[in-house]
């Protein structure tokens, strides 16, 4: 059973066995499935006791390592026949599988009825084309780029599912994710430490100038694809940092290396140029009728021909739009009547119908940005002993889920991204400029504690600070910034960031626009 869903197992003694699941490859899933297949061993053997733990595995040469404290503490108090899992286990499990309990220890119960697979109904053309496409610069040990370019709501997310679950079924993969930000575009290869912060580490580490900053971080891309072949995920590729789209570049000029990179972009109507010059592009247009048609039945199979028109028309080809008016319509909305007139107020509409506090975790979260950590709400969310659960509620509510990735394990992102942006714009100015008050705070004291300035930290600060309508201290968090990068060679970052100083300084000094200045100069000759 564990090697069917894709595990391995690593120990057995007459009363006990280990699987690991996700190493050394790992398909995004790796919780689910474990969880699947210990239901099953459950079931065939009910005189025993499972549980799992959702943690990084070091593997070296074969070997691998990992604690077993966290998980031993939740199978403590286990009865037989149960299976349980630890919080953060259970973080990823949250609405796929009913849980019980808090704190350390879950119980975890059956699973939930699986969503729909919308891939199936739609995109088939373009689901094609970007596999084939990686599949053969994986097959040539050519490196590739392929941009899925589509309005908010177009099913870039789904796509990249489709596609995640298709080539992890194919062939054995190493897989890497990182999602750009607004926020970091002038922190250099913000990004690609958002995807893995070793991988910065290896880069920062190079004592040379921009063209070795580059290289190192080439370099550990490499080697990592050497042993497997790799694949990087980004979402919101139109806002990664100028660098790490050097390094992806770059990429171009290396034969012999499996790396794909799958990067999803989102575009304004009529807008679809590539971002790396030598992508490959899918343009995810709006459905035709046909398709959006057999989305809504899927959705809502008791829906009559009329009511299903009446979605299609008002929809216009978008699938986001398609499923939360198929998701009305299942509610009991009339099709006439009662749906949302657009995309954003049929999301806005879920929230009202969340829990009081629990809607609230969603527009203090939304404040944050798309992905977020539990460390950023707490700062803000009142009440930290409820967090968990509402955390949970809104997993549930299918508003956010694990983000999975390098970066942590109290990771979240919403489902789908423009979520974040309704529901950060049901908070009235009263409550949000005290809040974003708090998260500049924060944030600047996590930029300049201790070592080099944590430059992704205080552009988030810098944000916060103009939220908050505290234009000085802004100017002042784009200096720094600025004056890092120049450190950095990163110098179109250090333009950036010093322009905006310099726009947001009430009177700039001399030094600032000498360093202002510099940075131009640098990033132009560069």
């Not at 220890?105 to 596999?131: C, I, K, M, S, Y």
């Not at 009081?356 to 979260?365: G, K, P, Q, Y």
Request: glycine share 8%; charged share 25%; with cysteine.
């Amino acid at each position: 059973l564990v090697a069917e869903a894709g595990g391995t197992v690593v120990r057995t003694d007459p009363t006990s066995l280990v699987a690991l699941f996700g190493a050394p490859v790992s398909f995004g899933d790796d919780v689910e499935r474990a969880a699947r297949t210990l239901s099953r061993l459950v079931a065939a053997s009910p005189t025993v006791r499972a549980g799992l733990d959702a943690q990084r595995v070091i593997v070296r040469e074969g070997r691998a390592d990992w604690s077993e404290a966290e998980l031993e503490a939740a199978l403590a108090g286990a009865p037989i026949g149960a299976i349980v899992a630890t919080a953060a286990a259970a973080h990823q499990l949250a609405g796929r599988f009913d849980l019980t309990g808090a704190g350390a220890a879950f119980q975890v119960g059956p699973a939930r009825r699986a969503p729909v697979p919308v891939e199936r109904f739609f995109r088939q053309r373009e689901l094609a084309a970007a596999l084939d496409a990686i599949e053969d610069g994986l097959r040539a040990r050519r490196p590739t780029v392929v941009e899925l370019h589509g309005a908010a709501g177009a099913g870039k997310s789904q796509l990249r599912d489709a596609l995640v679950a298709e080539l992890g079924h194919r062939r054995q993969l190493d897989w890497l994710s990182a999602e750009a930000s607004p926020m970091a575009e002038s922190a250099p290869l913000a990004t690609l430490r958002d995807a893995h912060p070793e991988w910065f580490a290896a880069a920062m580490a190079t004592a040379g100038d921009r063209t070795a900053i580059l290289a190192a971080a080439r370099a550990w891309l490499v080697r990592r694809a050497a042993a497997n072949p790799t694949v990087l995920v980004i979402d919101n590729w139109q806002w990664a940092d100028e660098m790490t789209r050097a390094v992806i570049a770059s990429l171009a000029d290396t034969d012999g290396v499996a790396v794909a990179v799958l990067a999803l972009v989102r575009t304004e109507a009529g807008r679809v140029t590539p971002i790396e010059r030598r992508a490959v592009v899918v343009e995810l247009a709006p459905l035709a009728r046909a398709e959006a048609a057999r989305l809504v039945a899927a959705h809502c199979p008791d829906a009559t021909a009329s009511a299903i028109t009446s979605v299609v028309d008002r929809a216009e080809g978008n699938p986001l739009f398609l499923e939360e008016l198929a998701r009305a319509l299942a509610a009991g909305g009339s099709a006439t009547t009662s749906l949302p007139a657009s995309v954003e107020s049929a999301l806005a509409a879920r929230l009202d119908h969340l829990p009081r506090d629990v809607a609230r975790l969603a527009r203090l979260a939304g404040l944050v940005g798309h992905r977020f950590g539990r460390d950023e709400v707490a700062v803000i969310y009142a009440e930290p002993t409820a967090l968990s659960e509402a955390l949970f509620a809104l997993q549930d509510a299918a508003v956010i889920g694990p983000a999975g990735g390098e970066a942590g394990r109290d990771r979240y992102a919403f489902t789908p991204a423009v979520f974040a942006e309704v529901a950060r714009a049901r908070l009235v100015d009263a409550d949000r400029i005290p809040l974003q008050r708090q998260l500049a705070a924060w944030y600047q004291g996590r930029a300049q504690r201790g070592g080099p300035l944590d430059t992704v930290a205080m552009l988030a600060a810098a944000h916060h600070h103009l939220g908050a309508g505290d234009a000085a201290a802004a100017a002042e968090a784009y200096r720094l910034v600025g004056v890092r990068n120049l450190e950095l060679f990163a110098y179109r970052e250090a333009r950036d960031a010093l322009t905006r100083a310099v726009e947001l300084a009430a009177g700039a000094d001399a030094e600032l626009l000498d360093r202002a200045c510099e940075a131009t100069l640098a990033g132009s000759v560069g």
